[in-house]
């Protein structure tokens, strides 16, 4: 009788405890697939929260008064009005390069538009949509006497440390002597002193160099191409969200709307 009573005891007390597994394991399910800001909780709070650069002219970049602005400011907010039905329903947020795939990870913001090119080793981690923009090198210079890139043979051209310009310019110009800066701006230090002739760099950020300054002017070769892509959470939760985001870029670039876009920013 005691045997009986023990296995028993024993016997109910493993289903209790495998009860309690299984609760546990639904709830951290249910829990894990409520983190985060899927499409319906989106629609109930009102508004995007989206992050972007504010210093990057002419994608993402400050004017004069403050303001954000640029060709990822107009996606931004032509997604919040068409995915919630209502001008002002995005909030942005600016955020560095380093954070702009950790901000969606750890769900801090529900989308991220900030130059972010589609690689295969990031789409291991975030979800990329359709290209918005087809970004890649272009060379930059003042030098009047260099209007093609075969006049970079044999001359100093600038170029970012361990960048993949490296071997776009190695490649379409391989005489070229080429000489890595750590920055923006210690390229244009040394154009600007005439220690190399040209910089070789990406479009979209060479682009908003023109427009600044404009004794610059771009070579009309592109030598790469790189898709530019809003980065979206993984997880079937999250699907509403990424296809009606797909859908809308699709339908702004079928219809015109990104291309006026581009043009009205100056980007090539």
Not at 190 to 217: C, H, I, K, M
Request: with cysteine; hydrophobic share 40%.
């Amino acid at each position: 009788m005691n045997n009986r009573c023990n296995r028993w005891l024993k016997i109910n007390q493993l289903h209790l405890v495998l009860s309690a597994t299984i609760v546990c394991i639904v709830c951290f399910y249910w829990g894990f697939m409520a983190n985060g800001s899927q499409m319906p909780e989106i629609q109930r709070r009102g508004y995007l929260t989206i992050a972007v650069k504010d210093n990057l002219r002419p994608l993402g970049f400050r004017d004069v008064d403050g303001n954000l602005q640029g060709l990822e400011i107009d996606l931004a907010k032509r997604l919040g009005f068409d995915l919630l039905g209502k001008p002002d329903a995005v909030r942005l947020q600016p955020v560095a390069n380093s954070d702009r795939l950790s901000v969606v990870l750890n769900k801090k913001v529900d989308l991220a538009i900030a130059r972010v090119t589609a690689t295969e080793s990031r789409s291991r981690v975030v979800s990329l949509s359709v290209p918005y923009y087809y970004d890649g090198t272009l060379v930059v210079t003042k030098d009047t006497s260099v209007s093609k890139l075969g006049d970079l043979a044999n001359r100093k051209v600038a170029v970012i440390n361990e960048s993949s310009t490296i071997a776009d310019i190695r490649y379409y110009v391989p005489k070229a002597e080429l000489v890595g800066v750590s920055s923006y701006e210690s390229a244009r230090r040394l154009t600007e002193n005439n220690t190399v002739v040209a910089f070789a760099a990406d479009a979209s950020v060479l682009s908003g160099w023109v427009q600044e300054y404009p004794q610059y002017r771009l070579l009309p070769t592109k030598l790469s191409t790189e898709p530019l892509s809003v980065v979206m959470p993984k997880g079937l939760q999250y699907d509403q969200l990424r296809r009606q985001v797909n859908q809308a870029i699709a339908k702004y670039t079928a219809d015109g709307w990104l291309k006026e876009r581009v043009n009205y920013w100056g980007l090539p």
